[in-house]
C-alpha cells in the first residue's frame, strides 16, 4: 500500500468565507501516483472546516445567514470564550460545518457524487492556515 501526504496553504484576505479546494487536492492525487484508495482531507485549525458540498454561491450565501443565526460573531461579549479573543463563533461555526471529509479514489479519480466539490471553510480568516490531504491505496 502507497500513502501520500501533503498540506495545503491558504490565506483567506476575510473574516469569513468558503474556497473550492477541489482543483488543489485533485492536483495532489495526481501527484501521489496513487489509483484506487481513500483520501482524507482535513482543515489543520480548530476555527476552519473542510465539507463536501455544492459550488453554488447562494448556497454559500446560505450557509453564511444560517451560521450567523446560530452562532452570530457580534456582540463578541456574549461568549466566554472571547476572554481573550474574539473567535468564538467560529469554533462553533467549525463545530457545525465539519472537521474533514474522506473520498473514495477510484482510477485515479475522486469519486465524487453528482455536484460534489471540496470546500474550504474559513471562520477567523486573515492569516495563513493549512489543510493536509492523506492518500493511501495503491
Ligand atoms: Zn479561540
Redesign the pocket.
Known sequence: MKHYRKEIFLEVPTRRAFVNITPQVEAILKESGIKNGLLLCNAMH??ASVFINDDESGLHHDYEVWLEKIAPHEPVSQYR??G??D??D??IKRQIMGREVVVAVTDGKLDFGTWERIFYGEF?GRRKKRVLVKIIGE
Open positions: 480548530i476555527t470564550h472571547n481573550y479573543e473567535n468564538a467560529a469554533h477567523d
